[in-house]
C-alpha cells in the first residue's frame, strides 16, 4: 500500500508538472512580448475560471487553459492520495481509518462547496 | 516588464526559494510570497495562490519518497488531517475578510517564528509509555533507522489537534505548508521522534493545502502567468536540494544565513504592511 501511494503521488506531481510545463511553453510564445501587470487583484481570464472553460481552452490549445489544467491535477494529487490511502484500509478493514479518511475527503469537498459560493 | 521577463525572473527566484526550502527545511512559500509582492509588486493574493500551488507540488514530491522508506506514520497523518484541512478551509475563507497589509504583517510575524524554530536544536526522542487515545486511534508505530526497528508511542493527542487546527488556518490564509508548526506540534506535544515527525509533517502538508487550494481556484486567487514558473522552479530548486543534502552534512551555517534573510524579508513584510503599501 505504502509503494502505491507513493507511486500516486510521484506520478501526480510528474504529468502535472509536464502539463504546467507544456502550456506555459505555449503562453510564452503567445504572450511573452506583452506588458505583464499583476499589481491588482482582478482574478483570472473568464475562460478558465469555470472547468468548461478549461476544457475547452486545452482543446483550443490557449497556453493558460492548459498551465490551469495541470495545476488542478497538482491540487488533485494529494486528495487522490487520501482516496488510495481509504481503499488501503477497506483491504485492511480497519473501519476507523476508513471513516477517517471518508471525513477528510467530507471536509475538502465542504471546502470546495464553500469557495464556489463565495 | 513584459512578460517573459516577468517569468524568468519568477523562474530563477522559485529556483532558489525551492533549494533554499528544501535545505532548510522550511519550504519554498517562505521566500517566494515575499519576492513576489515586495520585488515584483504583485498583489498578495495572486502570491499566495501561487505559493499554495507550489507547496503541493514539493511536498507531494518529497512524500513520495518517504512513504516509501516506511517513516511516515500514515495513521497519525490522516488522523491529524481532520484538524488541519478544517481549519485550511477555515483559513481561505476567512482570507478574503482580511485586508491584505494585515495578511503581510501575520505573514511577517510567523516568517521569524518559523526562522527561530529552524534554529533549534533536534534531539531524537522516543517515547514508550502507553497512552489511552494514541491506543484506541492506533497511531502507536515503529519506524527503521540504523540501529533496526524503534517502536514508539504518541502522547497528548487532543493537544496535537488543537495545534494542528491552528496550523491549518495559518496554512489556508497564508499560502504556507505551516511545516514548522506541524512539526513543532509532533515533536514537543506529541514527543514523536523528530524524523517521523518532519516526514509525517510532510505527508500532510499536501492534503492540507488542496483543502483551501479548492477555494482559492475558484477565486481566481491561482493565476496561470504566475504559479507556472513559481511551481517549475520551486520544484526543481527542491529538487537540488535533495540532492545537495545527500552529498553534504553541514548545513549548519547554511541555517543561519537563511534565517537572516528570512527575517529581513519578513520585515520588509511587516514595515510595508504597517505603512499600507501592501
Known amino acids: 500500500m505504502q509503494a502505491v501511494i507513493g507511486w500516486v503521488l510521484r506520478i501526480g506531481v510528474i504529468v502535472s508538472i509536464c502539463i504546467v510545463f507544456f502550456g506555459g511553453v505555449i503562453f510564452l510564445y503567445r504572450h ?11 482574478g483570472i481570464p473568464d475562460f478558465i475560471s469555470t472547468a468548461g472553460g478549461i476544457i475547452n481552452g486545452v482543446f483550443a490549445f490557449r497556453g493558460q487553459a492548459i498551465i490551469q489544467l495541470g495545476i488542478v491535477l497538482l491540487i488533485a494529487t ?11 484500509f477497506v483491504l485492511e478493514k480497519d473501519y476507523l481509518y476508513i471513516g477517517i479518511s471518508l471525513l477528510v475527503l467530507l471536509i475538502i469537498f465542504i471546502s470546495m462547496i464553500s469557495g464556489h459560493a463565495g | 516588464m513584459s512578460v517573459i521577463v516577468f517569468t524568468l525572473i519568477i523562474l530563477v527566484g522559485a529556483y532558489f526559494a ?32 501561487a505559493s499554495l500551488v507550489s507547496v503541493i507540488a514539493t511536498s507531494s514530491g518529497s512524500a513520495a519518497a518517504y512513504v516509501k522508506e516506511g517513516i511516515t506514520n500514515m495513521r497519525l497523518g490522516m488522523f491529524l488531517e481532520i484538524a488541519t484541512t478544517a481549519g485550511a478551509m ?15 504583517i501575520l505573514l511577517g510575524v510567523i516568517l521569524i517564528c518559523s526562522a527561530i524554530m529552524s534554529l533549534r536544536k533536534k534531539a531524537e526522542q522516543v517515547l514508550k509509555q502507553q497512552n489511552g487515545w494514541a491506543t484506541k486511534l492506533k497511531l502507536n508505530s515503529s519506524y527503521p533507522t540504523a540501529n533496526g526497528t524503534v517502536n514508539y508511542s504518541v502522547s497528548k493527542v487532543g493537544g496535537g489537534f488543537v495545534v494542528m487546527i491552528f496550523a491549518g ?43 483551501s487550494a479548492v477555494v482559492y ?26 540532492k545537495i543534502l545527500v552529498h553534504t552534512q553541514s548545513s549548519g551555517w547554511l541555517r543561519w544565513v537563511f534565517a537572516v534573510v528570512v527575517v529581513f524579508l519578513a520585515s520588509q513584510l511587516i514595515y510595508n504592511g504597517i505603512i499600507g503599501r501592501i
Open chain 1, 78 to 88: 494529494p486528495v487522490l492520495r487520501v482516496i488510495f490511502s481509504a481503499i488501503g
Open chain 1, 32 to 42: 511573452g512580448h506583452e506588458i505583464a501587470d499583476h499589481k491588482k487583484f482582478k
Open chain 2, 217 to 242: 481556484l475558484q477565486r481566481g486567487y491561482i493565476d496561470p502567468g504566475i504559479s507556472m514558473p513559481v511551481v517549475i522552479g520551486v520544484l526543481v530548486g527542491a529538487l537540488s536540494g535533495s
Open chain 2, 169 to 211: 488556518v495559518l496554512s489556508g490564509l497564508l499560502g504556507i505548508g505551516s511545516g514548522a508548526l506541524k512539526v513543532l506540534a509532533m515533536d514537543s506535544i506529541m514527543r514523536i521522534p523528530f524524523k517521523v515527525s518532519t516526514t509525517t509533517s510532510n505527508f500532510m502538508i499536501g492534503v492540507t493545502a488542496a483543502a
Open chain 2, 90 to 104: 477555515t483559513g481561505a475563507i476567512i482570507a478574503v475578510y482580511i485586508p491584505t497589509n494585515y495578511i503581510a
Open chain 2, 18 to 49: 525551492g533549494l533554499i526550502g528544501s535545505l532548510t527545511g522550511l519550504g519554498g512559500g517562505f521566500v517566494i510570497i515575499p519576492l513576489l509582492t515586495l520585488l515584483l509588486h504583485v498583489d498578495i493574493h495572486y502570491a499566495i495562490g
